[in-house]
């Protein structure tokens, strides 16, 4: 049994698919557990992409959800049964807790994401529902982007510190362009915020929506650093739905972790000491803004970056140069890992000159020069020193030289 969970979420999800669950799926005695939105609307064929023996387990079918499994989840949490020392006003009246909770489930339609984000709107109140009021029903959420836009509009209040609505859709809105794990805080959430809405971020604003709107922000670990993503892709379709040109908001992220990159002694920017995040998803946000292009023209940063990011970016551009660039770091790829960036210049030089082309060649040769210190005017030898042997990775004559 293997398992796949949020297929759906993931950005190469058809590769995913015609490569790893298809053929998986044809083996004998080998059984697939795949969590997935459907890609189709076709009433009985809804997951066409998985072939044609697919059993569907309708999670939203009424065989596998209770019908009061939402209002009793959004009962005990406006009555703060499992929290003591949760604040809520709900806390002394259950029959007003209980109420309210069904029409919650039902307005949400039984959607626990729904009613989900509505609840947390509803403790963040000083009071609770007056359901004396007429139509007190129809002001709660129907969907999550209503539910959301709520939970947003209750942070206009004086007493969070100055947090106010804008500020925090701000803060959340890099979180929902995050590749990987999620987005690092320090020295990137706060500039990037800032670039994508325009308005001044800090620090500060960073800590305070994750106090106050720590329900929707999940604290993960990449690279041995803390990163943060929303807690669910479809409150990123929602914020990302909310920018005019999603390009252009992936050029501003681009442009952002370009410029967090320290310059070196020598002309151009120092990628071997580049945050870890920008060495390993700097190439998907240049690709989904339609500069990928653009960066892999510098060769030290195609080094120094993360290999297996940089093979996928490549592998999906339609950019002249980025397919031409792949038809390169393809080959060499199997070479590049575990190496210093020095040492991929080297076997990218090679496999370039290999294919006979002589434009990259020549872009990573030079680089590989500058990086490694090495001389010009004679052949050109990249070693690397293992212990107290000499290790050649690549011997070639420049044409520099000649």
């Known amino acids: 049994m293997i398992v796949v969970d ?36 076709e009433h009985g064929n809804r997951f066409r992409a998985l072939g044609e023996a697919v059993v569907e387990i309708d999670l939203d079918d009424l ?8 209002a009793r989840y959004v009962e005990r949490r406006l009555l703060a049964t499992e929290e003591p020392a949760r604040l809520t006003p709900y806390r002394d009246s259950p029959e007003t807790a209980q109420m309210v909770a069904r029409a919650v489930a039902q307005r949400a339609r039984n ?6 984000t509505a609840v947390h709107t509803l403790l963040t109140e000083a009071s609770m529902v007056d359901v004396n009021q007429p139509k007190w029903v129809e002001r709660l959420p129907t969907g999550l982007d209503d539910a959301f836009t709520q939970f947003l509009a209750g942070l206009d209040t004086p007493r969070l510190g ?58 993960a670990v990449e690279q041995d650093r803390s990163v943060y993503r929303l807690y669910h892709e479809r409150l990123a379709e929602h914020l990302r739905g909310t920018v005019a040109d999603e390009k252009i908001a992936q050029w501003r992220i681009a442009q952002v972790l370009r410029s967090r990159v320290p310059y070196s002694p020598n002309p151009g920017k120092d990628w071997t000491r580049a945050h870890p995040y920008v060495l390993s998803h700097l190439a998907a946000h240049a690709l989904k803004a339609g500069t990928l292009g653009e960066l892999v023209t510098d ?26 660039i792949y038809a390169c770091y393809s080959l060499a790829f199997d070479r590049l890992r575990d190496q210093p960036t020095n040492v991929r210049l080297s076997y990218l030089e ?22 490694a ?20 990775h690549q011997l070639t004559r420049s044409r520099w030289a000649r």
């Open 6 to 41: 949020a297929l759906d979420e993931a950005d190469d999800k058809d590769q995913i698919v015609s490569r790893l669950l298809q053929p998986l799926a044809k083996l004998p005695r080998v059984f697939l557990l795949v969590g997935t939105r459907p890609d189709s609307s």
């Open 63 to 70: 065989r596998y959800v209770g019908a009061d499994d939402v």
């Open 111 to 116: 959607v626990f994401l729904v009613a989900h």
């Open 162 to 219: 100055g947090l106010s609505a804008a500020t925090a859709r701000a803060v959340l809105l890099p979180l929902a362009f995050a590749e990987g794990e999620g987005l690092p805080w320090v020295g990137l959430w706060a500039p990037m915020a800032a670039a994508l809405s325009g308005s001044d971020i800090s620090d500060k604003d960073v800590a305070l929506v994750r106090k106050h709107a720590a329900p929707f922000i999940v604290e």
């Open 299 to 324: 060769a030290v940063f195609l080094a120094a970056a993360d290999p297996l990011r940089i093979l996928q970016a490549l592998s999906v551009s339609t950019d002249p140069q980025a397919r031409r």
């Open 350 to 371: 090679m496999t370039a000159r290999q294919q006979a082309d002589d434009e990259p060649a020549e872009i990573f040769g030079r680089e590989g020069l500058r990086v």
């Open 373 to 392: 210190g090495a001389c010009r005017g004679r052949a050109s030898c990249r070693c690397q020193r293992i212990g107290r042997s000499w290790r050649l």
